[in-house]
Nanobody, 115 residues
């Protein structure tokens, strides 16, 4: 089993920044993909960004140039630096680990951006 604990959500004005963290524990493989997804009210959960254990990243078009995903493999932690936040970034953000064909999710952290 894998446990994910997110932190760093909150409320911010448009144009501001937040940094999300997600610490993974349990049976963590050295080879996996960690990522962030988000779900706004009334919408489906969508990809925000992913990063492989080798450091390859992938971003949703809507966040490219504003968000940066990174990870610390020694700490099994993934980060999401969010800059130039917009009201449309308001959502619950979920951490995800994908390994051995299984997907694990955190409990989610709320990000609210006011205009």
């Amino acid at each position: 089993q894998v446990q994910l604990v997110e932190s760093g959500g909150g409320s911010v004005q448009a144009g501001g920044s937040l940094r999300l963290s997600c610490a993974a524990s349990g049976r963590i493989s050295s080879i996996n993909v960690m990522g962030w997804y988000r779900q706004a009210p009334g919408k489906q959960r969508e990809l925000v960004a992913t990063i492989t254990s080798g450091g390859n990243t992938n971003y949703a078009n809507s966040v490219k140039g504003r968000f940066t995903i990174s990870r610390d493999n020694a700490k099994n932690t993934v980060y999401l630096q969010m800059n130039s936040l917009k009201s449309e970034d308001t959502a619950v953000y979920y951490c995800n680990v994908d390994q051995f064909g299984l997907r694990y999710w955190g409990q989610g952290t709320q990000v609210t951006v006011s205009s």
